[in-house]
């Protein structure tokens, strides 16, 4: 018996088709984005990181000793698997996690106090820099939170909590008429 899946985005129901209102604060979620976990082996863990800093068009997201998750916007994740699979040869294991994990764009003026309703980590510009990036927790939802620009954060989180952590976010960013929708990059 051949079953078919349909593969839908975990907030398909919840946001909009078309692009609404946006708010100063907003809440830009892509629907599909290419997206690795990376692993470096017993002692190769300089060289990962030195392939990593010279990859190119991707985004790095350190997780944990000798671990990154790798986003790219512009390749398909298996175009992302077999380059980082040339990149890292016998120096990493890779793992698809595109259908895995839902990333979140949280901009505007306010998203440190929107993120501080949630996140007990200190997110002050001259602790937490541009391009920093670590596991918190989000309320009771463990994510991998990124600052990617002045008044700009990624947070990835697995794909079985995004539709948790998206009411989380809407609760704390109320406050700011947060407007949310899926990204019009893709």
């Known amino acids: 018996m051949t079953r078919t899946y349909i593969s ?30 990376v692993m470096a082996m017993d002692g190769e863990e300089a060289a990962v990181a030195a392939g990593l800093a010279a ?3 991707v985004q790095v997201r350190f997780t944990g000793p000798g671990e990154w998750l790798i986003l790219s916007q512009s390749e398909t994740p298996e175009e992302l698997h077999r380059n980082l699979s040339l990149l890292l040869a016998e120096t990493a294991y890779i793992v698809d996690q595109s259908d895995g994990r839902i990333v979140f764009r949280l901009s505007g003026p306010n998203v440190r106090r929107i993120l501080a309703k949630g996140i007990a980590s200190d997110l002050h510009p001259a602790v937490f820099e541009i391009g ?27 794909r079985s909590f995004a539709v948790a ?17 899926f990204s019009a990059q893709g």
């Open 8 to 37: 839908r985005h975990p907030l398909e129901d919840l946001l909009p088709l078309e692009p609404g209102i946006r708010a100063v604060d907003h809440l830009d979620i892509p629907r599909a984005m290419a997206i690795a976990a």
């Open 55 to 57: 990859s190119g068009d």
């Open 132 to 158: 920093t990036s670590s596991n918190v927790l989000c309320g009771h939802i463990s994510v991998n939170l990124a600052r990617t620009g002045e008044n700009e954060f990624e947070l990835i989180v697995m």
């Open 165 to 181: 952590l998206f009411n989380d976010l809407r609760v704390m960013g109320r406050e700011f008429d947060l407007s949310a929708d």
